[in-house]
């Protein structure tokens, strides 16, 4: 197990198999040293984590959701470097998609659960730019929806 799993264990984290693509689309592409993962949507041990932020769910609940899709990011990632996440060079861009009421507007702090993640697992590797946007609803109903890209060696 490499450096940054052995922390993600640390933190009680254990990276899934990489989840199949939902549609017509693959999973991630490199292209270079850059790793560009499609959305990912959250699952948790009951399955997928769905709620409307503003509604049925609040930020601390979303923030988890956003957290299950970084962890999803994550085996993508250990996916498209072999099996090898100490491949990863830096978390550069996510983008997170946040089912939310109009009224909402904590998306910042829903999707941090995800940068939170990634900071405290993989230090500055894990410092990224970033967009937190409402939607008016996400496939199969879910909390949060994020893609990322990411250089790797």
């Known amino acids: 197990m490499g450096v940054f799993e052995t922390k993600l264990a640390e933190m009680g984290i254990t990276l899934p198999e990489a989840p ?3 549609a017509n ?6 292209v270079g040293d850059m790793v560009y993962v499609s959305g ?7 399955g997928l984590i769905i709620g409307k932020l503003g509604d049925t769910m609040d930020v601390e609940s979303g923030a988890e959701a956003a957290k299950a899709c970084a962890i ?5 990632v250990k996916a498209a470097c072999d099996g090898d996440l100490d491949r990863l060079v830096k978390v550069v861009k996510l983008t997170g998609f946040v089912n939310s009421t109009l009224e909402f507007t904590e998306q910042p702090q ?3 659960g995800a940068s939170n993640l990634f900071g405290d697992a993989l230090g500055e590797v894990g ?11 996400l496939p199969f ?13």
Do not use: C, M, T
């Open 72 to 76: 999803a990011l994550l085996a993508q």
């Open 110 to 112: 829903v999707i941090n």
């Open 25 to 30: 689309y693959v999973p991630y592409v490199k």
């Open 40 to 46: 990912q949507i959250p699952s948790g041990p009951d």
């Open 127 to 137: 410092q990224h730019a970033r967009a937190a946007v409402s939607a008016p609803s």
């Open 141 to 153: 109903g879910v909390a949060v929806e994020i893609d990322g890209v990411f250089q790797v060696k």
């Open 20 to 22: 199949a693509p939902a």
